[in-house]
Structures are given as structure tokens and as C-alpha cells.
Nanobody
Framework: VQLQASGGGLVQAGGSLRLSCVIS????????MGWFRQAPGKEREFVAS????????YYADSVKGRFTISRDKASKTVYLQMDSLKPQDTAVYYCARGTNVRTDYNYWGQGTQVTVSS
């Protein structure tokens, strides 16, 4: 399985970005596709995940109401729509495939930089 993330960039506070993650290889209905982020000097943290089969979504409290995770099964792509961005959202964002909502992710993409200026 390979994951290719894209869509990062520089945006002003209050702006929006949409990240994409294209999946190469098979993904089962029970798998979760997740987005994580890591800011400089901080540990990687969970952002959001979606169950591949049923589409149930999960969010970190810090992004709930501002970020939306979705998936397109036909194109095997996972999206993270990020609205009302804040400077504290600045980080490298990674997509990953796992078996639990927030843990046990064993396939990771290369990361895409998101920078939010104040």
C-alpha cells in the first residue's frame, strides 16, 4: 500500500485548504483512513479519520467543526477540507491507513506542509 498526500501550502488565518491522499493498493471496509499532523518540536497528533466502508468520521476536538474528512471510493482518495484555519494548525500533515480510530496506523504517506500565517 502506498499513500500520496498533496494539497498543502501557505494560507492566511481564516482561509481554507483541501488536502488529498491517493491510495495505491487494496483497502478493506474495516480499515480507517486518517490524517495526522506534526508541528515543529511537537509530537505527531491525530486530526481526523474515516472508516473506509461505512464512512463514519472521527475528529480531534481541536479541529471539530472546522475540518471535514471524506473519501471517494471510486478514485481511492481521502480528503481533508480545512476551513477557518488558525496559525496553530501549521504543521506537516500525513495521511495513513490503520485499524483503529486514533491508533494502530501502519501505512503512512510522505506528508504535506500546511502553513497558516496570522
Amino acid at each position: 500500500v502506498q499513500l500520496q498526500a498533496s494539497g498543502g501550502g501557505l494560507v492566511q488565518a481564516g482561509g481554507s485548504l483541501r488536502l488529498s491522499c491517493v491510495i495505491s493498493g487494496h483497502t478493506f471496509s474495516s480499515h480507517l483512513m486518517g490524517w495526522f499532523r506534526q508541528a515543529p518540536g511537537k509530537e505527531r497528533e491525530f486530526v481526523a479519520s474515516i472508516r473506509w466502508g461505512g464512512g463514519t468520521t472521527y475528529y480531534a476536538d481541536s479541529v471539530k467543526g472546522r475540518f471535514t474528512i471524506s473519501r471517494d471510493k471510486a478514485s481511492k482518495t481521502v480528503y481533508l477540507q480545512m476551513d477557518s484555519l488558525k496559525p496553530q494548525d501549521t504543521a506537516v500533515y500525513y495521511c495513513a491507513r490503520g485499524t483503529n480510530v486514533r491508533t494502530d496506523y501502519n501505512y503512512w504517506g510522505q506528508g504535506t506542509q500546511v502553513t497558516v500565517s496570522s
